[in-house]
T-cell receptor, first 109, second 115 residues
Framework: GQNIDQPTEMTATEGAIVQINCTYQTSGFNGLFWYQQHAGEAPTFLSYNVLDGLEEKGRFSSFLSRSKGYSYLLLKELQMKDSASYLCAVIDSNYQLIWGAGTKLIIKP | TAGITQAPTSQILAAGRSMTLRCTQDMRHNAMYWYRQDLGLGLRLIHYSNTAGTTGKGEVPDGYSVSRANTDDFPLTLASAVPSQTSVYFC??????????????FGPGTRLTVL
């Protein structure tokens, strides 16, 4: 079966750095997305990785290792507005998007 | 630009009744998707459409049907609702199919409760 694992919940302090991990076992791999979803709202796109390495976009960075079936989202200089769920999603060999259950990130002052 | 809209925002429906959830996008995207999101589970694809006139089944299609008569609209119909269809439903669109790595844009969601 296909599986995407993310921690259910994480807590971090305002101004700090947090890393949210995602591991996947899917039938093939054609890319990986990270989305942000605030409570009661729709998911919004953060990043896309298809090659190994780090993609940096402002305070957010996303890393991919295809050989390890592993990605992480790194959030720097955390702000209260970063409190949200972060969803990892993988494109499988059939070009279907497989979603993880998401990681709820709680930011404390 | 409105982007992608859904209606209604929320609905309480009696079991056995039918209902159509509406989704409209104004971005001229070719691909559209319907997901359901349940607590503790990832988004699950119900149906999708890669282009107007074509539709396909996702991971959890049973009990749902869709149509894609034009580029902008992608309604989702529950023919005879059951309590297990209580969920938050998201419609999404992308410029083309998933394979190109195109991001999906999501509507605000419809919260459906089936009693």
């Amino acid at each position: 079966g296909q599986n995407i694992d993310q921690p259910t919940e994480m807590t971090a302090t305002e101004g700090a750095i947090v890393q949210i991990n995602c591991t996947y076992q899917t039938s093939g791999f054609n890319g990986l997305f990270w989305y942000q979803q605030h409570a009661g709202e729709a998911p919004t796109f953060l990043s896309y990785n298809v090659l190994d390495g780090l993609e940096e976009k402002g305070r957010f960075s996303s890393f991919l290792s295809r050989s390890k079936g592993y990605s992480y989202l790194l959030l720097k200089e955390l702000q209260m507005k970063d409190s949200a769920s972060y969803l990892c999603a993988v494109i499988d060999s059939n070009y279907q998007l497989i979603w993880g259950a998401g990681t709820k990130l709680i930011i404390k002052p | 630009t409105a982007g992608i809209t859904q209606a209604p925002t929320s609905q309480i429906l009696a079991a056995g009744r039918s209902m159509t959830l509406r989704c409209t996008q104004d971005m001229r995207h070719n691909a559209m998707y319907w997901y359901r999101q349940d607590l503790g589970l990832g988004l699950r694809l119900i149906h999708y459409s890669n282009t107007a006139g074509t539709t396909g089944k996702g991971e959890v299609p049973d009990g749902y049907s869709v149509s894609r008569a034009n580029t902008d609209d992608f309604p989702l119909t529950l023919a005879s609702a059951v309590p297990s269809q209580t969920s938050v439903y998201f419609c999404a669109s992308s410029d083309s199919g998933t394979g190109e790595g195109n991001e999906q844009f999501f509507g605000p969601g419809t919260r459906l409760t089936v009693l």
